[in-house]
């Protein structure tokens, strides 16, 4: 059985998370991580005489598996394969596998390394075909594994990582994609950490570029050049050392400059100018624009991508939204860069996507391209908003995961879709011309540009004092009155000028909506809308064959997806593709890549329990049934065996009926009264022994006649249980021998339509019924706020009153 991709990564970080006792996890990731990366490249390279990777005899996975359970494991794995391997590889500060510090002494680490060797010889980490050309299982387990490591290191040790989300985000804007790139295209980071950032921008372009990064941690820089060679960038250059004090890569004595430079530099530094004069820099970083305050340098990190950026290049660089309204200095440094047009957009994130900080951060990009003709608007003070800075606050969009918040598909989609086009957008996004931003005086908060939040309810008095729903709230509904004209007149009456009653029932609001010719007409459509997407994609999911590309496949139907539903009433597009890329994680992904390693198979395999002891050792392996990946088996029974599980589904109802029936009669009859009183607990052989007790005694008749009754339930509901057992049985192996017998038609139609298709119907259709919902909810919450006038509420409570006195006057109770 090939191992699901999303179960592959998840059974990698549970082995590994489990053997980490009470290490750091910012520490423990290293062993794991050099793990993977040797078995990898031993799976790719070894034995190859032209491979970009060296791995020295004695230094493969292979050797460092025969090191199982030596008493000096530790010091062995250090000389035979990491020393060999680092040499050969420049990888320098590769941890220390002998550390008892960190893996325990004597029987303890040798244990550790033992197990934590053995998760790697699982058969599902087979590496030798692994990339299906341009999927990158690999790469992913890898990006996986970081991503847990980093929400597990907490606070300031997580910051090796930028969130995969927030990455795709800084490759797409920055336009690498639509660019003519070759070889020579060059993508640097400064502030590198494992080098994520640098290889989503690499993924983003059409060809191979030429990446650079700088990582002032050694350790990190260590994963970063393993992180390179694992995602197929061995030709990466990954230099260690503090950017600002002592940048690595140079012309001359002067900062070597790049096409797009990509960073997420710390969190204002405190000390970023340690090994550096910024009033005498030599590398020409601040002389123009001004330098930062001595205990802020986030400025010193732009500043630095300025001036390493060419004269045609972009960048994208995450900050702390301070930057954009900070005073002093960095006031000063802002409105120049402003003024040289540097800045063509900013786009404010979500608090608490950062590992390590829950501070909000934005995006800043910068564009050298059209910096002059943005510099003569800025100097004109032009109030042509084309001519000024795109800005964005995406703050809102975002899901929780776990103690962070997370951007969605849809979040980064539509991000770079109103980016990218410059999209004016209520509430989201706009451009903002120079006038208006020298009119606040170069400051770039975003809330004086956008106004994101949302508007609050309004309550409307005289609506409260004299009744009627008020015209303006029914009028905000106009999204629906446009797609149904008549529906308002169907559902509200005039009252008084600018105020309406309610024209059906409230129980009736419901029904009055869903079943209107206008709105049954609509959703019709909508209905349609979808099936002509179905039909249109189930014909090119078909095709899919052996060697397919799961994301090239997810990028091309996800978009079409996307753009089917663009411009469609009532629906957010966005909410539909965030339905099929959710999906696509949870379940199409992984039928994607069975499909793309072995064809259109639906094979089953027995699932296996391991019960071990607590010292890990196996005891024995329990058969826990059957099961295909790929065509689950309620599938093939709804197709093939609907009579069979419709008559099981009725046994199960008779069980539920009569298990219902028994646990009436049992409290019924178990008070102190009751026929069950003298029993410990209501079972076969209590009961039994009580009715033989008791038997021909006339004064016990009823109790007799209830626990005769009780034994003839019990009985049936066995037989029942028993004959249910016997059908799920011969169902089961049914379904089991019919996989044999399936055509590769027949699976196909069971994966795509039975499967995927149905899954995304029902969900789309959820998103309807949705949009129905709302309208049904909004229209009941007005009437019933508006119901009942202010004044006839006063009549109401006096009368109240008034019964409560004549009650406590009847009592004895008299009051003043």
């Known amino acids: 059985m090939a191992l699901k991709k ?49 791995i020295p005899a004695g230094a493969s996975f292979k050797d460092l598996v025969a090191l199982k359970g030596k008493p000096d494991i530790g010091d062995q794995i250090n000389k035979k394969i990491i020393g060999p391997l680092g040499e050969a590889n420049k990888l320098a500060d590769l941890p220390d596998f002998d550390d008892s510090s960190k893996l325990g002494s004597g029987k303890e680490k040798v244990e550790r390394l033992t197990d934590l060797i053995a998760i790697f010889e699982n058969k599902a980490l087979d590496f030798s075909k692994n990339r299906a050309d341009g999927d990158d299982i690999l790469g992913d387990a890898y990006e996986y594994l970081m991503r847990h490591f980093a929400t597990e290191s907490g606070k300031s040790k997580g910051q090796f990582y930028t969130p995969a989300e927030v990455s795709r985000i800084m490759a797409q804007i920055l336009g690498i994609h639509a660019a003519d790139t070759s070889p020579a295209t060059t993508v640097y980071d400064p502030t590198c950490g494992s080098g994520s950032l640098l290889l989503k921008v ?28 694992l995602h197929n960038n061995p030709t990466a250059l990954i230099m260690q050392g503090n950017t600002l004090a002592d940048p690595k890569f140079k012309v001359g004595d002067l900062p070597k400059t790049f096409d797009y430079v990509v960073a997420n530099p710390p969190f204002s530094d405190k000390r970023w100018s340690t090994g550096l004069d910024p009033a005498n820099d030599p590398y020409e970083r601040f002389s123009a624009y001004g330098t930062p305050p001595a205990k802020q340098g986030d400025y010193a990190y732009l500043l630095h991508i300025i001036r390493s950026l060419r004269s045609t290049g972009r960048a994208a660089c995450i900050l702390p939204h301070g930057v954009l309204f900070r005073g002093n200095a960095e006031a000063d440094i802002r409105r120049n860069l402003l003024r040289k047009g540097l800045i063509a957009g900013i786009i404010g994130l979500p608090a608490n996507l950062f590992y390590g900080t829950g501070i909000p951060a934005c995006i800043i990009l910068i564009d050298k391209a059209g910096a002059e003709a943005r510099s003569r608007a800025a100097t004109a003070e032009s109030e042509d908003p084309a001519e000024g800075v795109f800005m964005l606050d995406a703050s809102k969009g975002f899901t929780k995961d776990g103690p962070k918040n997370r951007l969605r598909s849809m979040d980064i989609h539509k991000i770079v879709d109103a980016f990218s086009n410059k999209l004016d957008i209520p509430k989201y996004s706009r451009s903002v011309s120079f006038a208006e931003i020298a009119r606040n005086d170069y400051n770039l908060n975003l809330p004086r540009y956008i106004d994101s939040q949302q508007l609050e309810d309004q309550q409307d008095i005289e609506g409260h004092l004299r009744g009627g729903i008020p015209l303006a709230d029914v009028q905000a509904l106009q999204a629906y009155w446009t797609i149904c004209p008549n529906l308002q007149s169907t559902l509200f009456k005039d009252n008084r000028p600018g105020y309406l009653d309610l024209a059906v029932d409230k129980a009736a609001i419901k029904a009055s909506i869903y079943q209107h010719p206008e709105f049954a007409r609509f959703i019709a459509g909508m209905n349609q809308h979808f099936d002509s997407w179905r039909q249109r994609q189930a014909q090119v999911l078909r095709e899919l064959a052996a060697g397919c590309l799961p994301k090239t496949l997810i990028a091309e139907l996800s978009e079409d997806l996307l753009g089917h539903y663009l ?5 957010n597009a966005y909410d539909v593709y965030q339905h099929l890329m959710d999906y696509w994680a949870e379940t199409m992904q992984d039928d994607a890549y069975l499909i793309a390693a072995d ?7 027995r699932v296996l ?75 076969k052989a209590n009961v039994s022994a009580r009715l033989k007790e008791i038997k021909g005694d006339p004064q016990a008749k009823d109790e007799v006649a209830v626990l005769s009754a009780w ?37 196909k139609t069971l994966v795509v339509d039975d499967k995927w298709l149905a899954k995304l119907d029902a969900d789309i259709h959820g998103e309807m019924d949705r949009v129905s919902q709302a309208l049904t909810q909004r229209v009941k919450q007005l009437a019933d706020r508006y119901e009942t006038p202010l004044p006839r509420m006063v009549e109401r409570v006096t009368e109240l009153e008034d019964k409560v006195k004549d009650h406590l006057k009847k009592m004895g109770f008299a009051w003043t």
């Open 711 to 747: 034994l003839k339930l019990a009985a049936e509901e066995a037989e029942l249980k028993k004959q249910l057992k016997t059908a799920e049985a011969a169902l089961d192996a049914q379904a089991y021998t019919h996989y044999p017998k399936l055509t590769e038609a027949e699976i």
């Open 609 to 683: 329990e391991e019960k071990k002891n607590k010292d890990g050792k196996l005891l024995k392996t329990v058969d826990k049934g059957w099961a295909c990946d790929l065509v689950p088996k309620p599938l093939v029974v709804a197709r093939y065996f609907a009579a069979e599980q419709a008559a099981i589904d009725q046994l199960a109802i008779e069980l539920e009926s009569l298990a219902a029936r028994l646990s009436e009669l049992e409290e019924e009859q178990g008070g102190e009264e009751g026929a069950f009183a003298e029993l410990d607990k209501v079972n």
């Open 567 to 571: 411009g469609k009433p009532l629906i």
């Open 6 to 54: 999303s179960e592959l990564y998840s059974s990698l970080w549970q082995s590994c998370d489990a053997l980490r006792g009470g290490m750091d996890a910012s520490q423990y990731k290293d062993y794991v991580l050099v793990l993977l990366f040797i078995k990898y490249i031993s799976d790719k390279y070894a034995g190859q005489a032209y491979a970009p990777i060296a």
């Open 202 to 229: 690499a993924d983003e372009a059409r060809t191979p570029v030429s990446l650079y990064g700088q990582e002032k941690d050694a350790a990190t820089s260590g994963l970063a050049r393993m992180n390179m060679i």
């Open 599 to 605: 064809g259109w198979q639906a094979s089953t395999y």
